[in-house]
């Protein structure tokens, strides 16, 4: 079945440590997608790549980076986690940019010690 | 600003309907989509309304109407099963999407 996954499901990691967060897709879809959700709040993008074009949401925090090296994997990469940053990091693809629906991984949830 | 309103919490009893509502203040707009998404995992695709009116899916229906800036969510028949969150989610003029919080759904016996 084609589908989003992301790898770990669970990361715990300690204050400052960096850690990286992996998803890949098997829809070929152009567009991918990080969002930060924290408990009862919406979504929060992080970043998205229209292929390998890269953009960042203003007020994504430079303690976040991200990678697509080719078109079926995106990395998350976070420089010093801290207390805040624990949360649960979806990752979504969709064909396009535009109208768009736009297909979830089962996330991983960050936890910061 | 770009804003969503849903409620934060509703109840209902099994087998019963239940109309979730959004409204919106967005910079343009091109299309609602209605998520679900249980405790714990993704988001899931429910819906997309672009014009005026009700579409229909099974137990689920839902409504837009442009002029008000306002969607409901229906479900119908309700199952034990539909207790999640229902997340609303716009398009605005430059195509980006806004979230709104989500109304989490609890279903009682």
């Known amino acids: 079945d084609a589908m989003v996954i992301q790898n770990p499901r669970y990361q715990v990691t300690q204050f400052g440590k960096p850690v990286t967060l992996s998803c890949s897709q098997t829809l070929n879809h152009n567009v991918m997608y990080w969002y930060q959700q924290k408990s009862s709040q919406a979504p929060k993008l992080l970043f998205h790549y229209y292929d390998k074009d890269f953009n960042n949401e203003a007020d994504t925090p430079d303690n976040f980076q991200s990678r697509r090296p080719n078109t079926s994997f995106c990395f998350l990469d976070i420089r010093s986690p801290g207390l805040g940053d624990a949360a649960m990091y979806l990752c979504?693809?969709?064909?396009?940019?535009?109208?768009?629906?736009?297909?979830f991984g089962p996330g991983t949830r960050l936890t910061v010690l | 600003g770009q804003n969503i309103d849903q409620p934060t919490e509703m109840t209902a009893t099994e087998g019963a309907i239940v109309q979730i509502n959004c409204t919106y203040q967005?910079?343009?707009?091109?299309?609602l989509f209605w998520y679900q998404q249980h405790a714990g995992e993704a988001p899931t695709f429910l819906s997309y309304?672009?014009l005026d009116g009700l579409e229909e899916k099974g137990r689920f229906s839902s409504f837009l109407s442009r002029s008000k800036g306002y969607s409901y969510l229906l479900l119908k028949e309700l199952q034990m099963k539909d207790s999640a969150s229902y997340l609303c989610a716009v398009i605005d003029s430059n195509y980006q999407l806004i979230w709104g919080a989500g109304t989490k759904l609890i279903i009682k016996p």
């Open positions: 967005t910079s343009g707009f091109n299309g």
């Open positions: 979504a693809t969709s064909r396009s940019s535009g109208v768009s629906e736009q297909f």
């Open positions: 309304n672009v």
